[in-house]
């Protein structure tokens, strides 16, 4: 009986039902005409997170690092408890050296992921830069010293230190920094401290 049902030619379908189909698909046709086209990173109430996260993504790829930080702070502005898109955002404005505008978003960055190392140097990097060697020293001293970020802190704030006029305990930190086996390393920047 299963070969008989194969055996039996298909119908050939009736001009009204072809006829339906083709309306159908022209009907199809012209409404995907008249809906008026919209920018993937929107939607009808403004900039959608993910729209701006991808479209920064893809302008930091082209190494478009100013198209990519606006991408990403829309996208941080779309989702501001999205440590993510914070990061991106500050991390975008830092390459495309927009330094105050990724200080501020450092800042707001922190109050969401205060272990955010980068985040932390570049405003210490910004205060030592203002001569507010005090507020770096305190920004620093949250860094440990067993991540690059941290060594990098640490040397940071030993300068920071030389700045406010303790040389003694910004060599004390290179000192200690070097017991870590970096002392040939930090050999240049003890003989510069020493020199200021």
Not at 10 to 17: C, F, I, L, M
Not at 128 to 142: F, G, I, N, W
Request: charged share 20%.
């Amino acid at each position: 009986m299963f070969l008989a049902i194969l055996a039996v030619p298909p119908e050939k379908p009736e001009p009204v039902t072809r006829f339906a189909r083709l309306l159908s698909a022209s009907l199809l046709v012209l409404a995907a005409a008249l809906v008026p086209a919209t920018d993937a990173t929107t939607s009808r109430n403004g900039p959608t997170a993910t729209g701006s996260f991808l479209a920064g993504q893809e302008a930091l790829n082209d190494l478009r690092t100013a198209e990519a930080a606006n991408f990403f702070v829309a996208a941080s502005e779309a989702d501001p408890d999205n440590p993510l898109l914070a990061d991106r955002a500050f991390f975008a404005q830092a390459a495309d050296g927009q330094i105050l505008a990724a200080a501020s978003t450092a800042n707001r960055l922190l109050q969401i992921d205060p272990e955010n190392e980068l985040a932390r140097l570049l405003i210490a990097t910004d205060q030592v830069k203002e001569r507010r060697y005090s507020a770096a020293v305190t920004e620093l001293e949250k860094l440990g010293t067993d991540t690059f970020g941290g060594i990098t802190g640490s040397i940071l704030r030993a300068w920071a230190l030389i700045g406010a006029d303790r040389a003694d305990e910004g060599l004390a930190v290179i000192d200690e920094l070097g017991k870590d086996g970096l002392e040939e390393f930090l050999v240049f920047h003890k003989a510069l401290m020493l020199d200021v």
